[in-house]
T-cell receptor, first 115, second 107 residues
């Protein structure tokens, strides 16, 4: 089954404790992206990747890191989480077409709470 | 700058028709997506418009006017399961997302 998977689905942690949220897709997509979603603010892009070893900042990259060592995986790293990073996080992937990203397929989401 | 506007919330009655509007002002345009998102779940793809006009897909239709910077999503024969948020996104290399319209369906 074609899908994007994320783990963990739920996480409660404390300020400053490093964490990684994994994302994997099995559709051979070139493009992958991380978003956070907060009430009233919609989806905001954190980082994206056009291909292996190619990553770039989105609109809200501060406090986050990513890597793209393999085409299928795109982990999101919070080196020192803070309470303002409490949010619902989505990973998405797509092919690259004319003019940019094609239809994006989303993982199920990770609900993160930082105390 | 990049700006996408959608109504924050709309209410409609089961069995009725509702139109959700999206207006955009962006530095470029390569297409417009509509996604559906149920509370706490991932967005799922509904439609994609790149040329002007109406695209129909079952109970859902999407319209685009590039000259007016305007799109709408039309939902017919509303069902309770259509209660969700509807997200408009403009494609300009990345996707530029609107904040979404929460649609409430009443019996």
């Amino acid at each position: 089954e074609a899908q994007v998977t994320q783990n963990p689905r739920y996480l409660i942690t404390v300020t400053g404790k490093k964490l990684t949220v994994t994302c994997s897709q099995n559709m051979n997509h070139e493009y992958m992206s991380w978003y956070r979603q907060d009430p009233g603010l919609g989806l905001r892009q954190i980082y994206y990747s056009m291909n292996v070893e190619v990553t770039d900042k989105g609109d809200v990259p501060e406090g986050y890191k990513v890597s793209r060592k393999e085409k299928r995986n795109f982990p999101l790293i919070l080196e020192s989480p803070s309470p303002n990073q409490t949010s619902l996080y989505f990973c998405a992937s797509s092919f690259l077409g004319t003019g940019g990203t094609d239809t994006q397929y989303f993982g199920p989401g990770t609900r993160l709470t930082v105390l | 700058g990049q700006n996408i506007d959608q109504p924050t919330e709309m209410t409609a009655t089961e069995g009725a028709i509702v139109q959700i509007n999206c207006t955009y002002q962006t530095s470029g345009f390569n297409g417009l997506f509509w996604y559906q998102q149920h509370a706490g779940e991932a967005p799922t793809f509904l439609s994609y418009n790149v040329l002007d006009g109406l695209e129909e897909k079952g109970r859902f239709s999407s319209f685009l006017s590039r000259s007016k910077g305007y799109s709408y999503l039309l939902l017919k024969e509303l069902q309770m399961k259509d209660s969700a948020s509807y997200l408009c996104a403009v494609k300009h290399y990345q996707l530029i997302w609107g904040a979404g319209t929460k649609l409430i369906i009443k019996p």
